[in-house]
């Protein structure tokens, strides 16, 4: 039914124009598509939507990150992690091309954690090469070095990847002006190529591009050709658009100028061919910066045509197709639960009519077989209950995990930060290690002793931001444990400020423009309690949400002048604390008020609530703590959720 659905999707929008064909690559994709029709199971599929995504991820990338979303989706699904890795990959790609480094930088890491988990070398040592291309368009040439070295150790036996990593370790080298390093792999780039044959145009291009910089002339334009007659034999219009830039670069600097005017202009043309808008801002812009002192009104044309490229990107960003993952899983989800309703009406019939029959069978036999009847309705009951406990320990369980998944987005936010520190200083120590072998070398003992007090102290840092990402991690699991736990010493200010930050980051994850204040006024006087820690991390997180949640609400109706405002407050008063969470948020209308504390009552939309947090919420406190949860609320002002919990507790 799901595999349907999706298939059906796919073809309306295909349909309606939102797909492109590459004239290059036609014939292939309308392969792939049609394989859309006929895929067995979820494995076939995502392979195949992840292959549409790498055919288009060069050129038209509304397309391939509409098939690589879509692959990703529906690989989570079905837990095919590998499918989901290779998505994550192409999702990388496009998003350095496009500009989106952050982004790219994101997917790849989330590939290469994938990969860990699988233990697969091959996806390893791919999802490294992704991840080193990612930071290299950042910038971050000696991080991107680091990873392209970590994804050559798993020695893949992939001809292309190798060349294109020899490739991108040269031409990082030759950014960063390390000479003899970018020479030494720019020697192995040329090694590894095909001794007959056409080799991939990108390695020859970026060993062109070292032998430019470096002054070598005749090795440039060689290797330029090269990479040209590469680009032709492939049909590969980005590649050629790119060459040919380069290329017009190289004779600007050797001031040939009607071979740079004529390179250019074979740029743009390639570039306009393969339909790539990044390369078609880049062309015109490069264009327009030539013709500038010679024809302004040439230069003019070409600024117009750059920033008509520039508005189709900032559209392809914004359009609501390319952002249709969440409304494609939102779908997905709530006819999955209109099936599950279905099957559960189902249920309920037929057990209305056996239960039916079951009655009448009783009163038909009850004369002579009264004990045995009754026996056996003792069992029935008895089963029925077991079921009902079960689903309602389920019920109760997805609540907690739909917790959890609020504040998963929070939790990456905080441990990012000390894994950045780790990963910085790490690169640091090695940068600090070689240079102390050449001081040692040289006999300067002064300096050496610097550079080692510099290494122990970097150390110290990389020691002190590990062991905060570990209480990070400790934390989260202690947030997703289940079952009966015992009450600990807890530290209510700790606990309460943890779950403040982590509630507000889940929501700015989720929705990138939305800010808040929020504030945490603790009593510094207040005294650890024994209590489940994360018991009262749920209360504590569930309350923070919704709180969020109002305030979120009231932005979408309220004025400018409006500035959303969440707070929590603890306090130690005779013998209890109390724990208050206000915002000022659209409030509770007293109608309801008496019911927000029932199962299964909520005033969410369909899909955005179970009704279960604040019941569960309520249970903990009063039945789990011996506690109290009272709400004070003004419609249209806001709400203060106040709990107080015994410290003799």
Known sequence: MRKL???????ILQQSGFTQNNHNNKSYRDSLKSRLFVADNDSTLVQTLNSLAESYWMSEYDSSIFYARNGLLIARKSNYQTGEVNALLTLSLVSSVIGDVVKGYEYSSMAIKLSEQLKNERLLSKSYSVYGEALSSAGKYRESIAAIKQALDFKSKDQFQLMTNYAQLADCYTKLNLTDSANIFADITDKAMKPSGYNPPYPLRMV?????RLGNKAEAISYYRKSKSASIYYDDDVSLSHTYMDMSRFYSEINQRDSTFH?????????????????VIKSSEYLSNLYAPINKQIALNYVVESNAARDSLKYILQDQSINSFNDFDQKLRELEIQQTENELRSKIRQNTFLGSTFTLLVIAFALWRNNRIKQKGKKRVEKAYDKLKTAQQKLIHAEKMASLGEITAGIAHEIQNPLNFVNNFSDLNDELLNELKETLRQGDHKEAEQLINDLIKNEKKIIHHGRRAEEI???????????ASEKEETDINALADECLS????????KTKQFRADFELVSDPRLPKIRAVRQDIGRVLLNLINNAFYAVTEKTKTAGDEFVPSVKV????????????????????PQDIRDKIFQP???????????????SMSHEIITQGHGGTLEV???EGKGTSFIFKLPITN
Do not use: C, P, W
């Open 5 to 11: 659905i999706i298939i059906s999707t796919l073809v």
């Open 208 to 212: 062109a591009n070292m032998h430019r």
């Open 263 to 279: 390179y250019a202009e074979l740029a743009i043309k390639s570039a306009k061919k393969s339909r790539s808008i990044v390369l």
């Open 473 to 483: 991690v400790k934390s989260m699991l202690l947030h997703s444990r289940t079952g």
């Open 502 to 509: 982590l509630s507000y980051h889940g929501i700015r994850a």
């Open 569 to 588: 407050i603890t306090q130690s008063r005779q013998g209890e604390i109390v724990i208050i969470v206000k915002d000022n948020g659209t409030g509770i």
């Open 600 to 614: 299964f009552f909520t005033t969410k939309a369909s899909g955005e609530g179970t009704g279960l947090g604040l």
């Open 632 to 634: 004070e609320s003004e």
